[in-house]
């Protein structure tokens, strides 16, 4: 075993060994738990930048050692250029949202075990991308569900917290099992859990259970995704969560769903087994993005209109899947992660509007643009980003989207109805802009400025996402590496 393969096991070790010292350290103030949680998720960052240049060498790394050997299921983790993409867009915007919580008042009771739990579901998220184990897989995938339960029990806004937890637990846990039931199957099937190994073999299956297999493993992880219909669970966590978990939630959760199609029934099944699946892909996807807008138009609370539109970028995402073609699927995979950018911030942004006004009503607040003019600037930015607006990210990845699906053979109907409904967007995110920045001051008392604690890690994400859209191509390349990796020359 190098070097290289321990270093990698690092990235679920050494957030583990944070865990236990904020668990030990129950006197630890909101500060210095919000260190310790920093540092380690620091390491789950630091590390796949450091192993890069393994990475362009090997093509892939992996560490693997014997679990429970009687049953052929052992701990291992493989980094690939899938794999990185996702696990560095989860890890940064975990790191963004803990930053983002030491300006924010949630977490101040029992913050050891607050930031513990920040770091286990980050920890679930990071085990997910990397698991090349189904044993191991469904371990950390659940363990990001656990988390996020607790952090909402326990930290949750309003009485109702214990009523959204149970519907956010019991509509995802559906999903898992659905998950689950497919990867018992292979598992039955082959005798082992390795995904390396089931990856040689799991296109031999008949076509039939293939078939079957396809639909539960993009119905359960469509329910982790929040496609319509089953983003019933979204709105409500998202509203209730603390601030930095509705970040996570918004920015990192909702990609492990895209992550799950590509490394399972993508990567594993015959194509043929997928090829019945995409058109009703494209349209699952068209209902999720026109959906999601116009229940994000009609919406009042301010944490729900941008829950919402999560619900319709995922539909996009779903799309560009359907598409089956590389242009598409390229597109999709940038659009998780400038979604994931851009969502931080415009959550970030409400947090601090909801922290400056203590009101969720967007028809109680109004005239900020003249009081807060940097928050402005930044929900400017956020509001072009998310729809869609030259130069900023999404720009980039719809245009593959949408050149994906005329690519796709499917009617050329379906892809101009997804593109005018991005249009809808545009709508929504005017509206959001245009109510809390413009118009006579609500409330008419006010704060001279915004809080810096939260302001200066808005602005970082701001920048960030300009950035990203203004330099695409590494992201590009990383997405045109991993899909390589999983469709060879079939695209």
Same mark, same amino acid.
């Given at each position: 075993m190098n070097p290289y393969q321990i270093l990698l096991s690092g990235i679920t070790i050494l957030p583990v060994i944070g865990v236990i010292i904020l668990l030990v350290w129950r006197k630890a103030t909101k500060t210095q738990a919000a260190i310790i949680g920093i540092i380690s998720e620091s390491f789950a960052l630091v590390i796949p930048i450091v192993l890069l240049t &393994?990475?362009?060498?090997? #093509?892939?790394?992996?560490?693997?050692? $014997?679990?429970? $050997?009687?049953?052929?299921?052992? @701990?291992?983790?493989?980094?690939?250029?899938?794999?990185? &993409?996702?696990?560095? *867009?989860?890890?940064?915007? &975990?790191?963004?949202?803990?930053?983002?919580?030491?300006? =924010?008042?949630?977490?101040?009771?029992?913050?050891? *075990?607050?930031?513990?739990?920040? +770091?286990?579901?980050?920890?679930?998220?990071?085990?997910?991308?990397?698991? =090349?184990?189904?044993? +191991?897989?469904?371990?950390?995938?659940?363990?990001?569900?656990?988390?996020?339960?607790?952090?909402?029990?326990?930290?949750? /806004?309003?009485?109702?917290? @214990?009523?959204?937890?149970?519907k956010y637990f019991i509509i995802t846990h559906l999903g898992s099992l659905m998950v689950l039931v497919c990867l018992i199957t292979l598992y039955v099937n082959f005798g082992t859990a390795s995904l390396t190994e089931l990856v040689l073999h799991a296109s031999s299956l008949p076509i039939n259970m293939q078939v079957f297999l396809t639909a539960f493993f993009i119905i359960g992880f469509c329910v982790k995704m929040a496609i319509f219909p089953f983003h019933i669970w979204l709105p409500d966590a998202h509203t209730v969560a603390p601030m930095p978990v509705t970040i996570i939630l918004a920015a990192a959760m909702l990609s492990m769903g895209t992550f799950g199609v590509l490394r399972f029934p993508f990567t594993l099944l015959a194509f043929e087994s997928i090829? $019945?699946?995409?058109?009703?892909? %494209?349209?699952? !996807?068209?209902?999720?993005?026109?959906? !999601?807008?116009? %229940?994000?138009?009609?919406?009042?609370?301010?944490?729900?209109?941008?829950?919402?539109?999560?619900?319709?970028?995922? !539909?996009?995402?779903?799309?560009?899947?359907? *598409?089956? &073609?590389?242009? #598409?699927?390229?597109?999709?995979?940038? /659009?998780?992660?400038? /979604?994931?950018i851009v969502k931080a911030l415009l959550f970030m942004v409400v947090g601090i509007i909801i922290a400056v006004t203590r009101e969720r009503d967007i028809r109680n607040v109004g005239g900020l643009g003249s009081k807060l003019p940097i928050l402005t600037v930044c929900a400017a930015i956020g509001v072009l980003g998310i729809s869609g607006m030259p130069p900023l990210g999404i720009f980039n990845s719809e245009w593959m989207i949408f050149a994906g699906g005329f690519d796709s053979g499917v009617s050329i109907v379906l892809t101009v109805m997804t593109l005018i409904g991005s249009l809808l967007t545009l709508v929504y995110g005017l509206r959001f802009f245009g109510m809390v920045f413009f118009g006579v001051q609500k409330p008419e008392t006010l704060p001279e400025k915004s809080p810096r604690a939260l302001l200066v890690p808005t602005i970082a994400v701001t920048v960030f996402l300009i950035i990203e859209g203004l330099v695409p191509g590494p992201l590009l390349e990383w997405a045109t590496l991993g899909l390589t990796g999983i469709f060879g020359g079939l695209l």
């Amino acid at each position: 075993m190098n070097p290289y393969q321990i270093l990698l096991s690092g990235i679920t070790i050494l957030p583990v060994i944070g865990v236990i010292i904020l668990l030990v350290w129950r006197k630890a103030t909101k500060t210095q738990a919000a260190i310790i949680g920093i540092i380690s998720e620091s390491f789950a960052l630091v590390i796949p930048i450091v192993l890069l240049t &393994t990475l362009r060498k090997e #093509g892939v790394i992996l560490f693997s050692v $014997p679990w429970i $050997p009687n049953m052929q299921i052992s @701990f291992s983790l493989e980094l690939s250029w899938l794999s990185i &993409t996702f696990l560095l *867009t989860e890890v940064l915007a &975990t790191l963004a949202a803990m930053i983002y919580s030491l300006g =924010d008042k949630d977490g101040e009771k029992n913050s050891n *075990t607050y930031y513990a739990l920040l +770091l286990l579901f980050s920890l679930g998220m990071s085990g997910t991308t990397l698991a =090349d184990d189904v044993f +191991l897989f469904y371990i950390f995938w659940e363990l990001m569900l656990i988390a996020s339960v607790l952090l909402i029990l326990g930290w949750g /806004h309003g009485e109702n917290r @214990f009523r959204v937890a149970l519907k956010y637990f019991i509509i995802t846990h559906l999903g898992s099992l659905m998950v689950l039931v497919c990867l018992i199957t292979l598992y039955v099937n082959f005798g082992t859990a390795s995904l390396t190994e089931l990856v040689l073999h799991a296109s031999s299956l008949p076509i039939n259970m293939q078939v079957f297999l396809t639909a539960f493993f993009i119905i359960g992880f469509c329910v982790k995704m929040a496609i319509f219909p089953f983003h019933i669970w979204l709105p409500d966590a998202h509203t209730v969560a603390p601030m930095p978990v509705t970040i996570i939630l918004a920015a990192a959760m909702l990609s492990m769903g895209t992550f799950g199609v590509l490394r399972f029934p993508f990567t594993l099944l015959a194509f043929e087994s997928i090829q $019945p699946f995409a058109i009703w892909m %494209m349209i699952g !996807g068209l209902i999720s993005e026109v959906y !999601g807008a116009l %229940m994000a138009l009609a919406e009042q609370e301010i944490k729900r209109i941008v829950a919402y539109s999560s619900v319709s970028q995922m !539909g996009y995402i779903l799309f560009g899947l359907g *598409t089956l &073609t590389l242009r #598409g699927m390229q597109g999709a995979v940038m /659009h998780v992660v400038y /979604h994931a950018i851009v969502k931080a911030l415009l959550f970030m942004v409400v947090g601090i509007i909801i922290a400056v006004t203590r009101e969720r009503d967007i028809r109680n607040v109004g005239g900020l643009g003249s009081k807060l003019p940097i928050l402005t600037v930044c929900a400017a930015i956020g509001v072009l980003g998310i729809s869609g607006m030259p130069p900023l990210g999404i720009f980039n990845s719809e245009w593959m989207i949408f050149a994906g699906g005329f690519d796709s053979g499917v009617s050329i109907v379906l892809t101009v109805m997804t593109l005018i409904g991005s249009l809808l967007t545009l709508v929504y995110g005017l509206r959001f802009f245009g109510m809390v920045f413009f118009g006579v001051q609500k409330p008419e008392t006010l704060p001279e400025k915004s809080p810096r604690a939260l302001l200066v890690p808005t602005i970082a994400v701001t920048v960030f996402l300009i950035i990203e859209g203004l330099v695409p191509g590494p992201l590009l390349e990383w997405a045109t590496l991993g899909l390589t990796g999983i469709f060879g020359g079939l695209l």
